[in-house]
């Protein structure tokens, strides 16, 4: 009767141990949802700054898998973009004006005056308000209690996982001097067209 009272002692000790481990692997998944959460908001909100207000941010698990020892979660951020930066301020139009001013000819100038009032009405056109879902992944690590995010880039049908802050500082992250001078380009280009 002791080795049985022995082995059902080890047998509850190990279910305790069990228990332990997935209420433990729990609670730092769940610190993990706050803390992703929190980050993602903080690079959409970085990234769009002077451009749109985020409102009513939203993270949800979209998916949910375990992959080598990683919990794998397939996530969305949500909010609803607001924008705040009339067209006439974006770096592009203001790069435009900056190539009017420097050309000669009153008739060029007038037709980029046409050009550059195109892009605000088709700016203006733009919905103030709009809702928009993004895509990302958290992969953590329930062994070393961390965790990296990815945005999940896909190209010719295949998914590369890519660190979200890099890309979001490459892709989303606006570069004022990039913008002006593309807004120089683009007007110049659109003269040159036209008097051909």
Do not use: H
Request: proline share 3%; charged share 30%.
């Amino acid at each position: 009767m002791n080795i049985v009272g022995v082995k059902f002692g080890i047998i509850l000790i190990m279910t305790a141990i069990c228990l332990a481990g997935c209420t433990k692997e729990e609670a730092f998944v769940d610190s993990c949802d706050s803390e992703i959460a929190e980050q993602v908001t903080s690079i959409m909100q970085e990234s769009q700054k002077g451009r749109y207000n985020l409102e009513n941010c939203e993270v949800l698990v979209t998916e949910e898998s375990k992959q080598a020892g990683f919990l794998i979660r397939r996530m969305t951020f949500q909010a609803y973009w607001k924008r705040i930066r009339e067209p006439e301020d974006d770096p592009l139009i203001q790069g435009m004006l900056q190539a009017r001013n420097e050309l000669k000819s009153p008739g060029e100038k007038e037709a980029a005056g046409r050009i550059i009032d195109g892009y605000i009405v088709e700016m203006n056109s733009e919905p103030e308000t709009e809702k928009i879902e993004t895509k990302f992944v958290a992969q953590i690590s329930l062994e070393n209690e961390t965790w990296e995010l990815f945005y999940p880039f896909v190209q010719e049908g295949k998914e590369t996982l890519l660190p979200l802050q890099e890309y979001a500082e490459e892709n989303w992250f606006e570069n004022a001097e990039k913008r002006m001078q593309e807004g120089r380009r683009r007007l110049i280009a659109e003269i040159t067209a036209a008097d051909e």
